[in-house]
């Protein structure tokens, strides 16, 4: 951060301007309910729509394999591009790799570019903490003030919350205009998602009733997905999981959901190394959001590839 910082509310330039970290409006709000319901909502229906029409028309291959390298894409987009490139800046990459991630992660329906990084940022700097806008764990002790945070941070934070200042949290991805258009033109990314395997299924199976399975599969069941996968880490892993590091928060690791994550499931070691481009930390941990990172290294597209050494790791064992 170019910022100081000198609480979790305020912050302040090194030529003594106070800013705000985190804003809360109407307005907000109003676009916030209207996200909830486009991206949240309506993809459990589409879920249910796709599987009550498996009775009378089968998937077949085509319209799965759509789905699953849809689900590739845009879980790739969100863990190697908006998590571990631009919210972390763990590696460097070339220019296009570094826009295709960003268009691949924004399809994926979970907020722009820069305001998930920003969100993200802030999640890292409050973690369980007050100004962390999605922890199960600022919600009281009783069994249904757990509960309540648990769904809190599953997904009903999405329908209000405070908006982080992208001004403090994202200055660099502000100052970089091919991703500031990228992040402007976010609903585009979004349709382009639902066209493509809408149309790559159309053009295979020659029928409408093809096309329409590719939507719903490609689509709307992928969101449902990858969703709940990203928001899993929040609710089940800010809860539950194993903790092999000292960190300050609640995190935990899940090797069952870095599998459906590429990755992500080793929640606690991210937060414990926030750094570190490769979330499994050692070899016996499977990360193939990593061992993507490591083919595209190899082929020149990405370099400066963070890790932490062994040593460091055996300092914070728990
Ligand atoms: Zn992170
Ligand atoms: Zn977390």
Partial sequence: MYLESIDSRYYETPDGRRGKKAIQSDFLRRIQIRHFLLFTVLPPIGTAVAIALLFWYPLGWPV?????????????????????LFAHASFKAHPAVRA??????SMAGLGSLISWTAMHRRHHECSDKPGDMHSPNLHGETRSARLRGFVHAHFTWMMGHEYP???????????????????????TWIVLGLVIPTAAAALITGTWIGALNGFLWGGAVRMFVVSNAMWSLNSF??????????????????????????????????????????FALTWYRVDPGYYLIRLLQALGLVWDVKTVPAQRLAERAA
């Fill in 165 to 187: 200042n992208v001004n403090y949290y994202t200055p660099e991805l502000m100052s970089d205009y091919r991703l500031l258009w990228i992040s402007r033109h976010y609903m």
């Fill in 64 to 84: 799965f394999a759509i789905f699953l390298i849809m689900w590739s894409i845009t879980s790739v987009g969100q863990t190697l591009g908006y998590h571990r």
């Fill in 100 to 105: 295709a991630l960003a268009i691949a992660g």
């Fill in 237 to 278: 892993l800010h809860i539950w999981g194993s903790k092999p590091y000292k960190c300050r928060d609640h995190s935990g690791n899940s090797g069952l959901l870095a599998l459906f994550s590429w990755g992500e499931g080793w929640h606690h070691n991210h937060h414990a190394f926030p750094h570190s481009a490769s």
